[in-house]
């Protein structure tokens, strides 16, 4: 079972956030996973990513990078934008 903290639908995407280990587990399930990440804070790095599985848009964050299985395809970011109300950066 995956750990549901919330979710919310902005601009037609539902996005679930999940504790990093839940994260982990849906790239599991993800043929050819693809991972959005940004590293912010301002006093500290705050690590978060992003995938999407199953037309649902997963999000994490953690204090520390996390460490992803072989074969999934990491992207940097800048920041990222979902609809207008949630910016990660």
């Known amino acids: 079972m995956i750990p549901l903290f919330i979710g919310e639908r902005v601009s037609g ?4 956030e999940v504790k990093p280990e839940g994260f982990l587990d849906i ?6 996973p693809l991972v959005v990440t940004v590293v912010g804070g301002i006093s500290k790095k705050e690590y978060k ?16 990078p996390l460490e992803f299985p072989q074969g999934v ?3 940097t970011a800048k920041r990222i934008l979902i609809g207008e109300r949630m910016v990660l950066s």
């Open 27 to 32: 790239l599991t399930k993800i043929e050819k």
């Open 13 to 16: 995407a539902i996005i679930v």
């Open 73 to 75: 395809e990491v992207v």
């Open 49 to 64: 990513y992003l995938t999407i599985y199953k037309g649902l848009v997963f999000l994490t964050q953690s204090k520390a």
